[in-house]
């Protein structure tokens, strides 16, 4: 009998320098536990048995046991078949009545009279069509218990293939299991059939890199197994090798919940946190109201007091008054993307403190918006109130507006559109209408041309603006020059955003970089390029790239994902839209030429990488890292690039007792995190390519334990599902055996599923009590929610204050 050695924490160790784990044979030394293969692991990693079909964490609440972080001793009690696995289950949890599978099954049948096809078995049961050839081997095992050669079923025949699927019994799926891989039923398994199954599960899990070693695994599970070598094994070995140990651990004390004390104080309370957790934003919102407020106001009153009241009466002021929010807001909503200001206030100044710098493109939509209710108001009350007024106006009452629109008194609506007023305001409304749909989240975020779009949209402001000079300065009411106030309202904004372009332009120019190596893996690439002389940034910043060669106007931001010690820049880049994936294949076919070049030539090649220019850095909320001791750094896909800067630099910063070896590349008493916790969650087992040095760094490195690495693939089935149940064991016997993990190829553990974040949340506010604890995220919006509401809820209820960030570019 063997078993798996694991580590209790929730990342694996390096292996030895011999390439394999020392004491593979079960030698259990007292930081160590027997464990089974991955099935309970998932909770110290916060793992929950939920769908694994996205990367999306939405509703991961679910609350579970905790284990406590420190291992506890193993049972003395010998494993009996009750505590025997709980997994190997066939079927969703979604839907497990009969009534609902009865009626699917007489859907999927209504055309075959009741004859239920094995092709049809997958779907019929709740597998997905990437497990149909594992559903295909199931119903092969399942006939052949029954001696059906055919390859339909009758309802009643399907009715007892899904009690024997659906049993509570773990020994009863363990046959079931075991006579899929047993194709032959002669109750011994060789190691092709091995093989086989190993290939289905792969296949179902989206696991290419352990489809193409599975005759390596299956022959390492034969080597382990068949101990008299036989060359089979039977069913006891194959329950051995899903069987764990009785081993359970304290879970930690759940928090406990503000007691009810009555819905006044509930709304209190809700309040309080609210205005706590929210005042930086809430005071910036006030005053940008409280501004606008007194500009109509203003202006209101200004028109209430003059002449042309008397014939447009409350409509002209309401459409002055509009106009003049209006302006403050144009020229407002430039400033928050002007980077470079926002990067120099946050780093050099102390605004940082009360001034929400991580949300100056939020508020730039807000201010968006504004501008859209302005137009509205603004026009409509024109259109539809103060020109009709002045169409319908007798002579009398039209003699005062003489010096405004003219001897001749405007008969019909095309007068007040053939104007320059009325041109430059029919165009502005046009550009703007186009440029804010194609700014919806719909349409910018649609792949290939979404961002394109975007981006061209979004620079009709120059257009926009020159327009709206003009109009202000036509203005019908104002004639003198220093009552047309839209230029001075803009001068300075647009100057200051000027400039910004104007040094971006500047610095593209000066600060030449060098692409040095270029990394491509399926839809992502990694660029090394030289790092420009003076280039300082910080951990979890970003820069913008242009490629004049894709296009020479476009500028695209990327996450800076090496640190701020390195000799050499890096990003990594996903292929998603057409730039992306016009640059991956200009570079990889240039990559292509050199390496080709280098064959040839002794002296090197000479092939250059197309001219590359970058811009920046630019701050970002995980640059703020520095100011927490412990840090829960949550990375989505590729999203994960800016955390991988901040490791890198936790790991360069660290103090030499904390390294192996003892020695530090630094000796910065003053840095501060001294914990941190990543988690990165990816639906695509090759992500994990990308990182792959840097894991393995950590690993070797941090022999304290200061990071916590966690990777987790959405692409797995739960831990309890049949379909990964032999990968999870493969997972721990590969790993007792080498070292290293069979879904990330490195040292670091891989979880099945996506992270329990309460779970995980809850660990860490019993392991920091009483500390700030800074959550940094960075991937898909949905997600973000969760996230933050959780980090709100143990903020309240527990004494660990948790500091949500959220990335935006």
């Not at 239920?116 to 092969?140: P, V, W, Y």
């Not at 629109?405 to 007040?416: I, V």
């Not at 910043?541 to 060669?549: D, G, L, N, S, T």
């Not at 949340?761 to 392991?767: E, L, Q």
Request: hydrophobic residues 35%; charged residues 25%.
């Amino acid at each position: 009998m063997f078993c798996f050695i694991i580590h209790t924490k929730t990342r694996l160790r390096r292996s030895s320098p011999h390439g394999g784990r020392q004491n593979q044979k079960c030698k259990i030394q007292s930081r160590w536990k027997i464990m089974a293969p991955s099935i309970n692991s998932g909770q110290a990693s916060g793992t929950s048995k939920r769908s694994h079909n996205n990367e999306s964490i939405e509703g991961a609440q679910n609350s579970i046991d905790v284990p406590s972080t420190k291992p506890s001793e193993a049972g003395s009690k010998s494993p009996s078949v009750e505590e025997a696995l709980k997994g190997l289950n066939f079927i969703s949890k979604k839907s497990t009545k009969w009534v609902e599978i009865e009626k699917k099954f007489n859907g999927l049948t209504s055309s075959t009279n009741g004859s239920l096809h094995r092709s049809q078995f997958a779907e019929c049961i709740g597998m997905d069509t990437k497990s149909n050839e594992f559903a295909l081997e199931l119903f092969d095992a399942l006939a052949r218990r029954r001696k059906i050669t055919a390859d339909s079923i009758n309802k009643d025949e399907f009715k007892e293939f899904w009690e024997q699927i659906s049993a509570k019994d773990f020994n009863s799926r363990l046959r079931i299991f075991f006579d899929m891989v047993d194709k032959d039923a002669n109750g011994r398994l060789d190691v092709d059939e091995v093989r086989q199954i190993i290939k289905y599960s792969a296949s179902a899990n989206k696991l290419s890199n352990i489809n193409g070693r599975a005759q390596e695994y299956a022959t390492m599970i034969m080597e382990e197994l068949d101990e008299e070598k036989l060359g089979y094994i039977m069913i006891d070995k194959l329950e051995m090798l899903f069987r764990k140990q009785d081993g359970k651990q304290s879970p930690i004390e759940e928090h406990k919940p503000t007691k009810d004390t009555g819905r006044v104080s509930e709304l209190l309370n809700k309040t309080k946190y609210y205005l706590i957790d929210n005042w930086e934003r809430i005071w910036v919102l006030v005053l940008w109201i409280g501004i606008m407020v007194g500009l109509f106001t203003y202006k209101f009153i200004q028109y209430r007091n003059k002449a042309v009241y008397d014939i447009m009466g409350y409509c002209v002021c309401t459409a002055k008054g509009s106009a003049e929010t209006l302006k403050f807001n144009m020229a407002l909503i430039l400033l928050p993307v002007c980077r470079n200001t926002i990067t120099w206030l946050r780093n050099k100044t102390k605004l940082g403190a009360f001034v929400p710098f991580d949300n100056s493109i939020t508020f730039h939509k807000i201010i968006a918006i504004g501008i859209g209710i302005g137009v509205a108001v603004h026009a409509l009350a024109h259109l539809t109130c103060d020109f009709p007024r002045l169409l319908h106006a007798s002579e009398k009452e039209y003699e005062p507006m003489k010096p405004y629109f003219g001897e001749d008194q405007p008969e019909n609506y095309w007068w007040f559109l053939k104007g320059v007023e009325g041109v430059t305001g029919i165009i502005m409304v046009v550009l703007m209408a186009i440029a804010f749909t194609l700014a919806t989240p719909k349409l910018r975020l649609k792949k290939d041309s979404g961002f394109n779009m975007f981006w061209y949209s979004h620079h009709l402001f120059v257009i926009v603006y020159t327009l709206l000079i003009v109009h202000g300065i036509k203005t019908y009411l104002s004639k003198d020059w220093y009552t047309k106030s839209t230029w001075m309202y803009l001068a300075v904004p647009i100057t200051l955003y000027t400039c910004e372009r104007l040094l971006r332009s500047f610095r593209s120019r000066v600060k030449s970089v060098k692409i040095l190596e270029f990394n491509e893996y399926p839809d992502v690439m990694a660029i090394h390029m030289s790092k420009p002389e003076g280039f300082e940034y910080k951990s979890g910043e970003y820069m913008f790239v242009k490629c004049p060669a894709v296009s020479p106007f476009e500028w695209h931001p990327f996450s800076i994902t090496s640190s701020p010690a390195e000799d050499r820049l890096s990003v990594h880049i996903r292929a998603v839209g057409d730039w992306t994936k016009e640059l991956k294949a200009i570079l990889s076919e240039a990559s292509k030429e050199e390496k080709s070049l280098s064959v040839e030539a002794t002296g090197g090649s000479n092939t250059q990488f197309p001219r590359v220019v970058i811009d920046g850095p630019y701050g970002a909320p995980a640059q703020d890292y520095k100011d927490f001791e412990v840090v829960l750094l949550v990375g989505l896909g590729i999203g994960a690039t800016p955390m991988i800067s901040i490791i890198k630099d936790i790991v360069h910063n660290m103090k030499p007792k904390d390294l192996e070896g003892g020695k530090s590349t630094t000796n910065r008493n003053s840095f501060k995190t001294k914990r941190a916790y990543f988690y990165w969650v990816t639906n695509d087992q090759g992500s994990f390519e990308w990182f792959k040095d840097v894991m393995d760094k950590v690993s070797k490195m941090d022999i304290n334990g200061i990071i916590e690495l966690h990777n987790h693939c959405t692409s797995i089935f739960e831990e309890d599902d049949a379909r990964s149940a032999l990968i999870a064991s493969l997972q721990s016997l590969n790993h007792a055996k080498t070292g290293i993990d069979i879904v990330s190829g490195t040292h670091v553990k891989s979880y099945f599923g996506r992270p329990n974040w309460r779970d995980i949340y809850k660990t860490i506010a019993h392991n920091h009590s009483g500390e700030r604890v800074g959550v940094f995220y960075c991937g898909a919006p949905g997600p973000a929610a969760t996230l933050r509401q959780l980090a709100l809820d143990f903020s309240h209820e527990t004494s660990t204050k948790f500091d949500f960030r959220k990335e935006n570019f």
